[in-house]
């Protein structure tokens, strides 16, 4: 076994005994060190700007796109947000404890279904430094222990944050940060099922599909967020080129950020050229199916390519479509299963959209950028899942528990 091997798997083993001492802590308890965590990073904004300026610095060198060096930078104002972040989820309800049934059987038998912490979490994500934050506020709050791989490019980031929240008075070893950043950590992480309960990647679709190949234990994927706004024929135009250059423009580098936009025949005449108009303004580069381009006679092409791809940057393909079931169709093949919407006047074609469309959020009339644990009231989320089984959509406290069978008795026996 490799020192990077062995590391790692001493720190599953720690995280395993952490995490039993995590289950035994009040709601008040993990509360408390929680707002010593906020206070932690506050304290730390200098040390972290510091190095966080080395990160940038270093992405810059290796020509990062503007858009993942946003992803990448912390200033003042987003270092409070994160300590703000984890203020409010100290004020959220804790789902540890929480009876979801109770029942009695005719023997007297007395049953109860409880929330319960997984155990031990393992979380592996790029370039945002403050997911560390999030991820390890939401695993700590939930009762997990966890142990984080960041990514190359904020590593001077993520170990600052990580040494901020270790001051807070957590259990030791509750929270790990894994300074490797090589590939062997990912497959050392993703082998130790003996250690860890479950592990979540975050990140590019590479890097999940690395780590859905390796993983030897349950996997919760965020997917990429291929996400579409489809315009009826019954749209409020004028809503229709709000929705779609918020869901674009309001920040484009994120998962639930709009990367095509559909279009019924019907009105895309008169649609088109305000939406584009729109667009242009805040610097949106636009590519069109040849019907889009017969309205929008300067715009690029849009290549089979592009109906499938994640562009994280001011890129928008536009597709003309001639009903509901042509985009619901293209939806679901092209898709990623994440955020898509409607804008229509008519509510039956919005339910049937709703109803058809296979993705862990579907909206009417609705900014695709509210697909977020933050704007759902869950708080800060570890990510969004395009997976269905056990969690999908934005993960949130509720989503980072299982459930745990409860039977009390008197004496009975089976016959």
């Given at each position: ?10 720190m ?52 990062l ?15 409070e ?13 804790d789902?540890v404890g ?16 409880i ?12 370039s ?87 993983a ?5 994927k965020?997917?990429?967020?291929i ?9 409020d ?22 990367e095509t ?7 895309a ?86 109803r ?30 395009t ?12 989503e ?16």
């Amino acid at each position: 076994m490799s020192t990077i091997q062995e590391t790692i798997h001493q720190m599953g083993r720690q995280a395993r005994a952490a995490a039993y001492q995590l289950a035994q802590l009040s709601s008040e308890e993990k509360n408390t060190i929680l707002r010593a965590m906020a206070a932690a990073i506050r304290e730390a904004t200098p040390e972290l700007l510091e190095a966080n300026a080395k990160d940038l610095a270093a992405g810059t060198e290796k020509g990062l796109s503007s858009a993942m060096l946003d992803r990448l930078k912390l200033d003042e104002k987003r270092i409070e947000a994160m300590a703000e972040g984890i203020d409010q989820v100290a004020t959220l309800p804790d789902p540890v404890g929480q009876v979801m049934e109770k029942w009695t059987r005719p023997n007297g038998i007395e049953i109860e279904q409880i929330r319960v912490p997984i155990g031990t979490i393992g979380i592996i994500y790029e370039s945002r430094p403050n997911v560390t934050a999030d991820a390890a506020v939401l695993c700590f709050k939930t009762g997990n222990a966890t142990i984080l791989r960041g990514g190359s490019e904020a590593i001077h980031s993520n170990v600052a944050i990580a040494a901020a929240l270790a001051k807070a008075g957590a259990p030791e070893h509750a929270i790990q940060l894994i300074p490797f950043t090589d590939r062997e950590s990912v497959a050392a992480l993703a082998g130790m099922d003996q250690w860890l309960d479950l592990i979540i990647p975050r990140g590019g679709k590479g890097l999940i599909e690395t780590v859905v190949s390796l993983a030897r234990m349950p996997v919760i994927k965020h997917y990429d967020g291929i996400c579409h706004l489809y315009v009826d024929h019954a749209a409020d135009l004028d809503m229709a080129v709000s929705l779609t250059v918020n869901s674009k423009t309001q920040k484009c580098g994120v998962c639930n950020a709009l990367e095509t936009l559909l279009i019924h025949r019907d009105i895309a005449e008169t649609f088109l050229p305000n939406v584009a108009a729109a667009l242009e303004e805040k610097g949106v580069t636009l590519k069109g199916c040849d019907e889009t381009r017969h309205h929008l006679t300067n715009i690029a092409p849009a290549t089979e390519e592009d109906w499938s791809t994640e562009y994280l940057d001011l890129i928008l393909s536009i597709k003309i479509v001639g009903s509901l079931e042509e985009a619901v169709a293209h939806i679901n093949h092209y898709g990623s299963h994440h955020t898509d919407v409607i804008v229509t006047t008519d509510h039956t074609a919005a339910e049937q959209f709703l109803r058809s469309v296979d993705s862990a959020c579907v909206f009417h009339n609705v900014s695709t950028r509210f697909a977020d644990g933050g704007e759902f009231g869950f708080g800060a989320e570890i990510g969004i899942s395009t997976d269905k089984l056990h969690a999908r959509g934005p993960m949130g406290l509720r989503e980072l528990t299982s459930y745990q069978y409860r039977v009390r008795g008197n004496g009975q026996v089976r016959g």
